[in-house]
C-alpha cells in the first residue's frame, strides 16, 4: 500500500471539455520525492508531455540536478538540466513532446502553493495562450494540481473516483 495513484485523470477548469490525464510512471517519479522525513528536501522540475487538441497528457518529467537549489521549505531550478532534458524529448518526438509545466514538493500533508509559488506561476503563464500544469507534491495522498493561461488561473479538482490508489 503505497498510496501512489496509478493514474490521474481530471477535468481542465480552463478548457471546456478538456481534459488532463498524467500517467502512472510520472506519479511514481513523484512518489519517491515525497518530503516524508524532517531531513527531506524539497524537490521539483518540469512536466513534459502532450497536447493532444485540448487535452493534456503527461507522460514524463524532469527530477532534481545538483545544481538546484533545494531547501527544507524551497525549490528552485537553476541547472540547464531541466531545458536540455525537455528539448531532447522534444527533438526526439519530432516536436510535439512539449513543456507541460512544473511540479515541486512541499513538506505538509496537504499542500497549498505559497505566494512565492503563485508569483513564479503567474510569470510563466503571463505571455502562454496554451494552459500550463502546476503540481504540488505533499507529504501524502494526492497532489495539489492547478492550470494556468494567460491571467487566468484555477485549482484542478482531483475527485478520489479519478484515480486509483495502488
Ligand atoms: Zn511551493
Redesign the pocket.
Known amino acids: 500500500m503505497s498510496g501512489v495513484p496509478l493514474v490521474i485523470l481530471v477535468s481542465n477548469p480552463l478548457i471546456r471539455d478538456g481534459r488532463i490525464l498524467i500517467e502512472p510512471d510520472v506519479l511514481g517519479v513523484l512518489d519517491r520525492f515525497r518530503q516524508r522525513d524532517l531531513s527531506t528536501r524539497?524537490a521539483g522540475g518540469i512536466l513534459l508531455g502532450y497536447r493532444r487538441g485540448i487535452h493534456l497528457h503527461v507522460v514524463d518529467l524532469t527530477t532534481p540536478h545538483s545544481n538546484d537549489t533545494r531547501r527544507r521549505t524551497?525549490?528552485h531550478r537553476e541547472s540547464n538540466e531541466h531545458q536540455r532534458v525537455a528539448l531532447a524529448r522534444w527533438s526526439a518526438s519530432g516536436g510535439v513532446m512539449d513543456y507541460l509545466g512544473e511540479w515541486?514538493t512541499?513538506p505538509e500533508r496537504a499542500?497549498v502553493?505559497?505566494a512565492?509559488?503563485r508569483n513564479e506561476w503567474k510569470v510563466i503563464v503571463a505571455d502562454r495562450t496554451t494552459p500550463m500544469l502546476f503540481l504540488?507534491l505533499g507529504t501524502m495522498g494526492l497532489p495539489w494540481l492547478g492550470v494556468g493561461a494567460r491571467m487566468q488561473f484555477e485549482r484542478v479538482q482531483i475527485p478520489d473516483q479519478s484515480t486509483k490508489i495502488s
Do not use: L, N
Open positions: 524539497e524551497g525549490f515541486h512541499h499542500p502553493p505559497s512565492i509559488d504540488i
